[in-house]
């Protein structure tokens, strides 16, 4: 079993940043792939980024890409998200995930553990 917290989330206008951080406890954190997701009012929870167990492999979903950028420090147990340029478009629950498969994958089925989110609104 491994735990996810979410912390970085918060309100900032349209062209600020953000940085989110997922820490992780409980089994070795190197073992999983993990992503991150985001949901917005009334819509269904979709794929962000994701990076590999060694971070040599990263996906991003179209309207994040060039943009966002995912990376994990494996010694610290944390995935973080890069979110600069945000857009109002960006509102959402941001979650992060951890996958006990070893391939990269965008679907939320295949990831095992998630975090309780944190919230990114992004004002215009």
């Known amino acids: 079993q491994v735990q996810l917290v979410e912390s970085g989330g918060g309100l900032v206008q349209a062209g600020g940043s953000l940085r989110l951080s997922c820490a992780a406890s409980?089994?070795?954190?190197?073992?999983?792939?993990m992503g991150w997701f985001r949901q917005a009012p009334g819509k269904e929870r979709e794929f962000v980024a994701a990076?590999?167990?060694?971070?040599?492999?990263?996906y991003y979903a179209d309207s994040v890409r060039g943009r966002f950028t995912v990376s994990r420090d494996n010694a610290k147990n944390t995935v973080y998200l890069q979110m600069p340029s945000l857009k109002p478009e960006d509102t959402a629950v941001y979650y992060c995930?951890?996958?006990?498969?070893?391939?990269?994958?965008?679907?939320?089925?295949?990831?095992?553990?998630w975090g309780q989110g944190t919230q990114v609104t992004v004002s215009s």
């Open positions: 995930a951890a996958s006990l498969g070893i391939i990269v994958t965008t679907t939320p089925t295949r990831y095992n553990y």
């Open positions: 409980g089994r070795t954190f190197s073992t999983y792939v």
């Open positions: 990076i590999s167990r060694i971070g040599d492999i990263t």
